[in-house]
C-alpha cells in the first residue's frame, strides 16, 4: 500500500454553524463538536457530536495507523470458546493488550452459536466465509500489513496424504443441520467435539493432532478437541464419507487456501456489504434497512484504519443507514469502507471504557470484535493531552475534564487526573472528582499541571441566579412612562364556572394595559377575543409557528415553536433562531408558543449557550408560559415565566392578578409585574 500524509485534526475542535447551516444526510447541520484522545502510539479515538436537524448523530472511532509496525490488529472472541456468545467487554479484558475494539461479525444466535463470515487469527483459519459468496465481505489484513475489505470464498478440503484422497470440507467451526455435511472443528471454537447423540447415532468424527489422524470414532460421545489439531465430524452419508477415507495413523492436512489468493492472511474477519472501493460507493449486498445504531471499518490514503459507530434507536437519536455510514465515512477520507453488525450490537470500547450510547442499557453477548493492539512500549512521562467536556458551565457546576499522561511516542500512562495540578486565571474555581467547579462568573483559563509540563483549557463560568436589579415585581405608571412597553399574557381561555367575575378581571386587564400605554400585547395561547377585544390594534396573538415581529428598528419579539417539546423538529427554525441572534436587533423578545417544556437537554444547553452568547451586545428576554410567575437571569440574558389566566387565582385574590410587562427605552430596559388591582400612578 502507498501512503499520504494527512494533517489530523484539532484537539477539542468546537464549531458552532452560522445561520444558513450546512446540508448533511442526517437533515441542516445546527452544531458540531469533536474531541479526541491519543491512545496509543499510532492510535488515536475520536467524537464527532453532530446536532442536525434530523436529531442528534453521535459518532465514536478509532483511528489507527497502520504503517506504524508498533500497531497491530486482531480479531477477539470468547477465550472460552467462540461457540459461547460473549460480551466485548469480556473479550477486551481476556487481552490486556487491547487498546480499543468494535463488535464483529453477524452471528447465529443458535446454541452453539458461530460467525457468519470468515475468522482468521495468526494466519489460522477458525472460521470460513460466508457460503453466499458475494453478500457477505471479510476483512483481510496480511502479513504485509496490507488491508483489503473484499468478498471471498474458501476451498477448505481434508487430504489424505497417505491415499491422495480429497475430501471436501463444507465448514470450519459452523455447526451443520442434522449433522449432514462436513464441518471441521478447533479448540477455538469449542472443548469438545458434537459427538453421537441418541437422535444423530452415525456422527463420525476423525480426530487430528499435529497432522496426523490419531482416531476415528463411530457414533461415539463427544471428544476433546487436540490444542493443536481439529475433528472433521458429520453424520449420515458424510459420515460414512469419513469412516472410509481415514484411519489412525495417517498423515493428514486441512487446505483452508482463500480462492481469491491475498497470500499470508494473519487476520480475517468477516463482516457486511462493502461500501465503499476506490472512493466510489458500491451497491449493498445486504438488505439493510431504515436508521440504527451502525458499525462499520474504514481505510483512508494516509493509511488509517477507522473503527467506526454510530448511536442510533434512541429518541433523539434515530441513528444512520447504510448510504449515510457510507456518505459520513467518504466526507472523512475514507476511500474503502465496510459495514459490521449493528443494531444492538453496536459497541465501540477504547481503554476500557464504553463510548458509545447502548440502545438496551446493556451489552449484548456478541460472537466476535475487531481490535487494535500496541505493541509500543511505554516510557517515561513526557506530556499531558486533554479537554473540557464543555466550554461554558454555570457558577458552582463541574465541568469535567478529560486528562491524560503520555510518554514521548504517545503512549497514555496510567496516570490519573488527581495526579496533576489545577489552577485558573480569568475566574476561580477547584478541582474535584474528576471536574472543575468555577466558582466565578467570566471568561477564564484552567491550567493542569504535572511534571514539568502543563496543559490549558479555556472556560466561560455563566452567573445563574433570580435576583436582578431590572426587575420590580410591582411597576408603576411612572415605571413604564417613555420608550416602548410590551404587555404579556397567557392563555386567555376563561373557566366555565364564576364568568360574570372572570370577565370583570379580564375587562381591568385590558383596561390596566391600554393605560399604561403598552405599545403591544402579546399573547401567548388562545387569545378569547372577548377578553382582549378592548386591545384591538396592538395585539400579538402566539398560537403556533416561529416568526419575528417587528416592534421598532431596535426591537422584535420573536415566537419559537416549541409545541413538540424540541425546536428542530420544527424545520428551519434552527436556522431562524441562529439568524435572529446574530441580527442588528438591540432588543429581542423571545416567546414560546407552548406550554410544553423542552425535553431534550442538549438542545436546551446548545439554545441557552447560544442566547448567552448574544447577550453579551444586546438585551434578551425569553418568555415562556409555567405555572407561576419567576424570573431567571443568566450572564445577561433574561428567562421570565408566566401562567395562563386559567393558572392565576390560587386563592389570593388581591395579589394573583398581574400581567409582565417590558419596557424598553434607549439607555436599557426594566420589567417587572402590573398588578391589576394595585396598580398605582407612582
Known amino acids: 500500500m502507498k501512503f499520504i500524509k494527512k494533517t489530523s485534526i484539532a484537539l477539542a475542535l468546537a464549531l458552532m454553524l452560522s445561520a444558513s447551516g450546512a446540508a448533511h444526510a442526517q437533515g441542516t447541520l445546527i452544531y458540531e463538536k469533536q474531541n479526541q484522545e491519543v491512545l496509543a502510539k499510532g492510535i488515536v479515538y475520536k467524537?464527532?457530536?453532530?446536532?442536525?436537524?434530523?436529531?442528534?448523530?453521535?459518532?465514536?472511532?478509532?483511528?489507527?495507523?497502520?504503517?506504524?509496525?508498533?500497531?497491530?490488529?486482531?480479531?477477539?472472541?470468547?477465550?472460552?470458546?467462540?461457540?459461547?456468545?460473549?460480551?466485548?467487554?469480556?473479550?477486551?479484558?481476556?487481552?490486556?493488550?487491547?487498546?480499543?475494539?468494535?463488535?464483529?461479525?453477524?452471528?447465529?444466535?443458535?446454541?452453539?452459536?458461530?460467525?457468519?463470515?470468515?475468522?482468521?487469527?495468526?494466519?489460522?483459519?477458525?472460521?470460513?466465509?460466508?457460503?453466499?459468496?458475494?453478500?457477505?465481505?471479510?476483512?483481510?489484513?496480511?502479513?504485509?500489513?496490507?488491508?483489503?475489505?473484499?468478498?471471498?470464498?474458501?476451498?477448505?478440503?481434508?487430504?489424505?496424504?497417505?491415499?491422495?484422497?480429497?475430501?471436501?470440507?463444507?465448514?470450519?467451526?459452523?455447526?451443520?443441520?442434522?449433522?449432514a455435511n462436513i464441518v471441521a472443528y478447533t479448540k477455538e471454537y469449542s472443548a469438545k467435539s458434537p459427538g453421537a447423540t441418541s437422535a444423530y447415532y452415525d456422527v463420525c468424527e476423525v480426530v487430528v493432532d499435529s497432522g496426523s489422524v490419531i482416531d476415528v470414532r463411530y457414533g461415539q460421545p463427544a471428544v476433546d478437541i487436540p490444542e493443536n489439531g481439529y475433528v472433521l465430524s458429520a453424520g449420515g452419508n458424510n459420515g460414512l464419507v469419513l469412516r472410509d477415507n481415514f484411519a489412525a495413523g495417517e498423515q493428514v492436512s486441512l487446505d483452508t487456501s482463500l480462492t481469491l489468493n491475498y497470500g499470508d492472511v494473519e487476520t480475517a474477519m468477516g463482516a457486511g456489504s462493502v461500501l465503499l472501493k476506490n472512493g466510489e460507493y458500491t451497491p449493498l449486498t445486504q438488505n439493510i434497512k431504515g436508521k440504527s445504531q451502525r458499525t462499520a471499518i474504514g481505510l483512508m490514503p494516509s493509511g488509517k484504519l477507522v473503527m467506526f459507530t454510530s448511536d442510533g434507536r434512541l429518541t433523539h437519536s434515530p441513528g444512520m443507514d447504510a448510504s449515510e455510514v457510507a456518505g459520513y465515512l467518504k466526507e472523512l477520507g475514507c476511500t474503502d469502507a465496510v459495514m459490521l453488525d449493528g443494531g444492538g450490537s453496536t459497541e465501540l470500547i477504547a481503554k476500557g471504557s464504553i463510548k458509545n450510547t447502548l440502545t438496551d442499557g446493556s451489552e449484548r453477548a456478541i460472537l466476535n470484535a475487531f481490535a487494535v493492539k500496541s505493541l509500543s512500549q511505554k516510557g517515561a512521562f513526557d506530556h499531558l493531552g486533554g479537554y473540557l467536556v464543555k466550554a461554558t458551565s454555570y457558577v458552582g457546576e463541574g465541568v469535567p475534564v478529560k486528562l491524560t499522561f503520555h510518554d514521548a511516542s504517545g503512549n497514555q500512562l496510567d496516570l490519573g487526573a488527581n495526579s496533576a495540578q489545577f489552577t485558573s486565571s480569568g475566574i476561580s474555581g477547584y478541582y474535584s472528582n474528576g471536574a472543575f467547579v468555577p466558582t466565578s462568573a467570566g471568561k477564564g483559563t484552567v491550567t493542569a499541571s504535572y511534571g514539568g509540563t502543563s496543559i490549558s483549557f479555556e472556560l466561560e463560568a455563566i452567573e445563574k441566579t433570580s435576583s436582578d436589579s431590572l426587575f420590580d415585581s410591582e411597576l408603576t405608571r411612572s415605571d413604564l412612562e417613555g420608550g416602548t412597553t410590551l404587555a404579556f399574557l397567557g392563555d386567555m381561555s376563561m373557566p366555565k364556572e364564576q364568568k360574570l367575575m372572570d370577565r370583570l378581571i379580564v375587562s381591568k386587564l385590558q383596561e390596566s394595559i391600554a393605560s399604561l400605554g403598552a405599545s403591544k400585547a402579546v399573547v401567548i395561547g388562545n387569545n378569547n377575543s372577548s377578553g382582549t377585544a378592548k386591545l384591538s390594534g396592538r395585539l400579538i396573538d402566539v398560537k403556533s409557528g416561529f416568526r419575528a415581529i417587528e416592534i421598532d428598528p431596535e426591537t422584535a419579539v420573536v415566537t419559537l415553536e416549541n409545541s413538540s417539546g424540541t425546536f428542530y423538529k420544527q424545520a428551519g427554525q434552527w436556522n431562524f433562531i441562529n439568524t435572529i441572534l446574530s441580527s442588528n436587533y438591540k432588543n429581542v423578545i423571545v416567546v414560546f408558543t407552548s406550554k410544553s417544556q423542552l425535553g431534550f437537554a442538549d438542545e436546551v444547553n446548545i439554545f441557552k449557550d447560544n442566547v448567552y452568547q448574544a447577550a453579551k451586545d444586546k438585551n434578551i428576554c425569553v418568555v415562556y408560559k409555567g405555572s407561576e410567575f419567576s424570573q431567571t437571569v443568566e450572564g445577561n440574558a433574561r428567562y421570565v415565566s408566566i401562567p395562563d389566566y386559567a393558572d392565576l387565582s390560587k386563592g389570593d385574590f388581591w395579589n394573583d392578578y398581574k400581567y409582565l410587562a417590558i419596557n424598553i427605552k434607549p439607555d436599557g430596559i426594566k420589567y417587572g409585574h402590573v398588578n391589576i388591582f394595585k396598580q398605582t400612578e407612582n
Do not use: W
Request: glycine share 6%.
Open 47 to 179: 467524537n464527532i457530536y453532530r446536532f442536525t436537524e434530523g436529531g442528534i448523530v453521535n459518532i465514536n472511532l478509532i483511528e489507527a495507523d497502520v504503517r506504524d509496525s508498533e500497531v497491530d490488529f486482531d480479531v477477539l472472541y470468547n477465550k472460552e470458546g467462540f461457540s459461547k456468545r460473549a460480551k466485548l467487554s469480556t473479550m477486551v479484558s481476556q487481552s490486556p493488550d487491547v487498546v480499543a475494539a468494535v463488535n464483529g461479525d453477524f452471528f447465529s444466535m443458535s446454541s452453539p452459536s458461530f460467525s457468519l463470515g470468515a475468522i482468521v487469527k495468526d494466519g489460522k483459519l477458525l472460521s470460513n466465509p460466508h457460503y453466499e459468496e458475494q453478500k457477505y465481505a471479510s476483512i483481510l489484513v496480511d502479513g504485509s500489513r496490507n488491508v483489503v475489505f473484499d468478498y471471498i470464498s474458501p476451498n477448505v478440503k481434508a487430504q489424505n496424504v497417505a491415499r491422495g484422497v480429497d475430501v471436501p470440507v463444507a465448514a470450519v467451526n459452523k455447526p451443520s443441520q442434522y449433522y
